[in-house]
């Protein structure tokens, strides 16, 4: 199985299959430094619950790329997005353990989006700790989002402009609610290496969302933009991505400035 296979169904078992990983994980924090591992961070007067997975050819080594993955808005909650054992928990370990980075796995709270500012101190917060404590090379932060998380990778790029080496926005959308939704957010990401998926025949989030997302970021980065759209496809645009076969490689080639 390529690298982007696992990549990519890593997305589909993490972010998008809900009823599949919604059962959270409760554990305490571990002491392990491989494996999926459970981590609490505060902001302000709150606790927060998030999973990171370090693969075990990984654990103990620094410098290491960062994928931070925001989930769709089916999967907020607490306590975790990948259960802590069962079938589940079984397969997505076993994904996950294949690729040559940390993952990052942040929950949105019930009734929040990625955009909010609660949220948005929250990922972050987790990122910095993530980074921190397993090693995470600064110039090597990527992120990844699928439908509300792809609303909310627009969001983090624009809002911490150079922070991501590259960013994948899979069936998301613009966050900005009235204006011009496009031009702003392209001119802060500016020349920051994106690829965005999205379908024709999305009937959740219109593809005119990604089309024009990428012709305004064509306008500042030029040839750093790539736009993979599926003619006749719906929201599930993310099992057509599973066959593309350069994200990963492309994902990981990628250097922040």
């Not at 990922?123 to 995470?136: N, P, Y």
């Not at 599930?236 to 994902?251: D, F, S």
């Amino acid at each position: 199985m390529g690298k982007v296979n696992i990549f990519m169904r890593t997305l589909v078992l993490s972010l998008v299959l809900g009823g599949f990983l919604a059962a959270g994980s409760n554990a305490a924090a571990q002491e392990s430094k491989s494996g999926l591992l459970t981590r609490n961070v505060s902001v302000g007067a709150e606790s927060y619950t998030y999973q990171v997975y370090v693969p075990a050819k990984l654990a103990g080594k620094q410098n290491l790329p960062v994928i931070l993955f925001l989930h769709g808005i089916g999967q907020r909650g607490e306590g975790g997005l990948i259960p802590s054992e069962g079938t589940a928990s079984a397969v997505a370990r076993q994904y996950l353990e294949q690729i040559p980075a940390i993952a990052l796995l942040p929950q949105c709270r019930k009734g929040r989006y990625w955009h909010n500012p609660e949220m948005e101190r929250m990922v972050m917060a987790e990122l910095d700790r993530t980074a921190s404590e397993f090693g995470g090379d600064a110039k090597r932060l990527y992120l990844a989002g699928v439908s509300m998380g792809g609303f909310g990778a627009w969001h983090l790029a624009t809002q911490h402009s150079g922070k991501f080496a590259a960013v994948v926005s899979i069936c998301g959308g613009s966050p900005l609610l009235s204006g011009d939704r496009f031009t702003p957010l392209a001119r802060k990401i500016g020349r920051t290496p994106v690829w965005v998926f999205h379908g024709s025949d999305d009937p959740i989030v219109p593809v005119s969302e990604s089309r024009r997302m990428v012709e305004a970021l064509k306008s500042v980065a030029g040839n750093r933009v790539r736009y993979s759209e599926y003619e006749g496809v719906g929201h599930n645009v993310w099992m057509n991505a599973i066959t593309e076969p350069g994200l990963l490689p492309w994902l990981l080639e990628q250097r922040a400035d």
